[in-house]
């Protein structure tokens, strides 16, 4: 509790007691004292051993925008652009240098536009010329729309003075057209587009086109409407020439890559995002490094239908990075580094602001990865970087009109080393040749393709039997069909299989089903098991429904083996036995789910854990801390997202148990969009009950915890709004003279509505994470309650801060440190869970340092309008009282200026 010494400070401790989640209840015993880090820009940075950092400039204290991309010309200068506003030229002092740089809002010779070219994604100086890739819709401000625009200088007068648009891309927003890239040969130009960016009409496609959702996964789309009009192939790259008249479609199923990056070999990388709203959910994939091989497809689809990385049909990542908003990539071959980030890559985080250095090893015909925290600060809203002439980083933060800065990292030697030392030594193992020798036949019909890919079908690598299997479905089904159905070895047989369901008509259907069954199962590994069961899954979605013998003959060949012993196996045989309304298979999936059986994910384990980002970004990290609070079953989801498709197999006892497993689900804390999910299953599957049972089990079911429009629980209050973007002054001239009116019993509910009460009490009532707020009315004025709950990072005490911890390895653990010991740290990660504590050994911590981030929720009154605001208000300085003051007609609020 609060001495009387410590209530009377000043309102630098109160942005601290008003926030959500902040663990200012807590004493923390034997805690050396620290000091807040500088005002500076450069100290907010964590940064890998070695390297210096400089803050250069700042484009949003210049009103010229918030930059989000940028390359360097051949003379040496940066030019970026405004998210949504113009593009600038900007000289560079050198390393070390104090001078300012020169910035030139770049102009369009002969366009008298406001803004002749800006509102760019990204940025290539090449061929002799700027490529723009534009993400906007047409407007009277800036009338082009989103596609690659090449600007040239036909006078050579340091001024561009034409513009060719080479493709218009219909789409725009943070998913749509990103960015553009020099070939690793640089003759050609490669572009990146997010998944609501439309697939242009393409010249050729190394991916083939007939793409599907391929999953008997019950199709729910987002039940907020996120993306529910973009089907496959999601994002995607494309390759083209240096005049954009010639377009082929590389690799796609990406959610939303922003930038792609070369190593030596030519292999080509992107950095994928994750859908937030997603967590919790088996569906969930994290933030995750591609390696975009040829006719590379990675899974994404819309809603609940994305793909498990394992599918053989779709590539798995370098790595699983975590939750985060990827943005920019970067090879680093060009790089004046120590030779420990040769064959690296930095992927960037907008969300929680790190550079994930990403070192990679050849494996196979692709890659593996070690990570490394090479650079993180909080807030760092990472938007782009280049390598720089100079051998230096250039990065830039800023979008959704943020703070935007110019910062440069270079390394503290970076004079001892040579132009070009970086540069990796190209080995390329076996494997690696024979898929790009194999990647010459996803051109289009090639008379020597089958027999070239057909022995590598059943190669141990991955990325070979991909690329051989990719490679038979450019040629005419007829060349290949019999060669599938009569192939002898089981391994190549179930990749000629899959292509064949991928490729063929309905005339294969009980062919290709016969040839199925006739594979010895238990004689594959378990792996090959899986990749069988895939394909029957992909050629029931293609083909549909079984009828007669070879439905019988179909049900008998998997039945027998479900359930498994493999958790990843059970999902995929759930699908196909209910999908085949096999005897049992309603009661088998019903016993797995009852048995909480182990969620395996293993093919996306991350690099990060999530609980280290939690105070990273309070805006998006307290979501991942009421979920790690209250984790979903995610086996137990998909299981029952399985059954809600079943017609067929149920007991009155069955459907008891089923239908009380949603009103459990709805007590778990998932993704914005987990509530609505279940309530979407549990509609499909009161669709299949009884027409005298459907109110049954609709309350059974637990009807009475949503929402009208089931996206969300049923809270004793929810804002009217409409809300605003509180302002400090705004805010208080609405309660400035009196809070007159203000009604106790609203003010209650808020508090708990806007999460208060998740932290504090108020009169007993609540929780004791944070100080008792009771008491709160009679220490500060309205104004400091204001400020504390609308700006909580102007002022965050010693007492209540989270730290920074470096580990040796690079990496950085954030959180509160609740005790420490001779040889540990113990901190907790999680503001809603003080009871995880984790323990951080001494000796592996390098440094400490405090996070000048308030872990406060922001914006936690936005939602209010202004009777709620005083509401509110009055009840945090009634003290929780209905016999307040306050609650006498024509009270004057206090100290309001």
């Known amino acids: 509790m609060y001495t009387k010494k410590q209530w009377s400070r000043l309102p630098i401790t ?58 360097f010309d051949d003379k040496g200068r940066l030019i970026a652009s405004d998210q949504y506003g113009s593009l600038f030229r900007v000289i560079l002092a050198p390393i070390g240098s104090t001078e300012k740089p020169k910035i030139e809002s770049l102009k369009i010779e002969g366009d008298t536009a406001k803004i002749a070219m800006g509102f760019a994604h990204g940025l290539l100086y090449a061929f002799n010329s700027l490529y723009v890739v534009i993400n906007n819709r047409e407007s009277a401000k800036f009338p082009k729309g989103s596609g690659l625009y090449r600007l040239q200088d036909t006078n050579n007068n340091d001024q561009y003075d034409k513009i060719t648009l080479l493709k218009a891309m219909k789409g725009e927003g943070e998913h749509g057209p990103h960015s553009v890239q020099l070939s690793p040969d640089k003759k050609s130009l490669y572009v990146v587009a997010g998944n609501h960016t439309d697939l242009p009409e393409m010249d050729s496609y190394r991916l083939p086109k007939n793409w599907t959702n391929d999953n008997l996964f019950p199709f729910i789309k987002d039940p907020r409407g996120h993306a529910n009009d973009r089907m496959a192939p999601g994002g995607w790259i494309a390759h083209t020439d240096p005049e954009g008249k010639t377009w082929e479609l590389v690799s796609a199923g990406y959610r939303n890559p922003f930038d792609i990056a070369f190593n030596e070999a030519g292999d080509m990388f992107t950095y994928d995002s994750d859908m937030e709203w997603d967590f919790g959910t088996p569906w969930y994939r994290p933030t995750r490094i591609c390696h975009a091989t040829s006719a590379s497809e990675f899974g994404w689809r819309t809603g609940d239908a994305k793909w498990a990385p394992s599918f053989p049909d779709n590539v798995g990542p370098v790595m699983n990075i975590g939750q985060g908003s990827p943005t920019n990539l970067i090879y680093l071959k060009d790089a004046l580094f120590p030779e420990k980030y040769k064959n690296t890559l930095l992927a960037f985080d907008w969300s929680f602001g790190i550079m994930h250095g990403i070192h990679l090893k ?35 933060t800023g979008g959704r009109r943020l703070e935007s800065d110019l910062y440069r990292i270079y390394y503290k030697d970076y004079k001892k080393l040579k132009a070009g030392s970086n540069v990796a030594t190209v080995s390329l193992t076996p494997e690696h040749k024979l898929r790009t020798e194999l990647e010459q036949y996803h051109l289009g019909v090639n008379p020597k393709a089958v027999n070239a890919a057909w022995p590598n079908l059943g190669h141990a690598d991955r990325s070979v039997r991909y690329a051989a299997r990719l490679a038979v479905e450019h040629q005419p089904v007829a060349e290949w069909k019999e060669k599938a159905l009569n192939e002898k070895n089981p391994e190549i047989k179930i990749e000629a299989l899959l292509a064949l369901a ?103 384990e991350t690099a990060t854990a999530s609980s280290d980002l939690i105070l990273r970004n309070p805006q998006y990290g307290l979501d991942i801390a009421g979920m790690l609070e209250k984790m979903p079953a995610k086996q137990q989801t998909f299981y029952a997202f399985v059954l809600s498709t079943a017609k067929t197999g149920w007991t009155p006892e069955l459907r008891d148990t089923y239908f009380k497993w949603y009103d459990k689900a709805f007590s778990y804390k998932g993704g914005r969009s987990y509530i609505g999910f279940i309530e979407k299953a549990r509609q499909i599957a009161l669709a299949n009950v009884p027409k005298d049972k459907v109110a049954y089990y609709n309350k059974l079911s637990g009807a009475e915890k949503l929402t009208l429009n089931g996206n969300d629980l049923a809270i004793e209050y929810n804002p009217k709004g409409p809300g605003r973007s509180w302002k400090v002054d705004n805010a208080v001239s609405m309660v400035q003279d009196s809070l007159a009116g203000a009604d106790f019993e609203t003010g209650k509910k808020i508090f708990s509505a806007v999460l208060c009460s998740r932290c504090h009490m108020m009169q007993g009532e609540g929780s004791d994470i944070g100080p008792d707020l009771t008491q709160l009315g009679n220490r500060f004025t309205t104004r400091d309650v204001l400020e504390a709950i609308i700006t909580p990072d102007k002022a965050v005490s010693d007492q209540y801060a989270s730290t920074i911890y470096t580990l040796k390895n690079g990496e950085s653990v954030l959180g509160r440190e609740m005790n420490q010991d001779a040889n540990f740290y113990y901190i907790a990660q999680n503001p809603f869970d003080q009871k995880t504590i984790r323990k951080v050994s001494k000796k592996e911590v390098t440094s400490t340092k405090i996070s000048p981030v308030s872990i406060m929720l922001p914006g936690l009154i936005n939602g209010l309008n202004p009777k709620e605001l005083r509401d509110l208000i009055a009840y945090l300085e009634s003290g929780g009282s209905k016999n307040s003051p306050i609650y006498k007609e024509g009270t004057v609020q206090k100290g309001g200026k």
């Open 14 to 71: 109160l942005a601290v007691l008003i926030a959500v989640g902040v663990f200012c209840g807590v004493l923390l015993s034997n805690r050396t004292a620290k000091t807040r880090p500088p005002g500076s820009k450069v100290d907010k940075l964590k940064l890998a051993d070695g390297f210096v950092a400089e803050h250069l400039f700042s484009p949003s204290e210049e009103q010229n925008g918030s930059w989000v991309s940028m390359a």
């Open 362 to 396: 050849p494996s196979g015909g692709t890659y593996t990865a070690d990570h490394e925290e090479f650079l993180s600060g909080s807030p760092l809203p990472l938007t782009d970087g280049v390598i720089g002439p100079d051998g230096a980083l250039y990065f830039l």
């Open 502 to 604: 991928r490729q063929g008509d309905k005339s294969v259907k009980e062919p290709l089903l016969k040839a199925l069954t006739s594979i010895d199962f238990k004689k594959l590994s378990e792996s090959k098991q899986r990749d069988l069961l895939r394909t029957f899954e992909v050629t029931f979605f293609r083909y549909g429904v079984l009828e007669g013998p070879i439905k019988t003959q179909v049900t008998n060949y998997l039945s027998p083996h479900y359930p498994s012993t493999s958790a990843l196996s059970n999902r995929l045989y759930s699908k196909l036995l209910v999908f085949l309304e096999a005897p049992g298979a309603v009661e088998r999936t019903l016993t797995l789910l009852t048995k909480n059986e182990f969620f395996d994910d293993k093919d996306n």
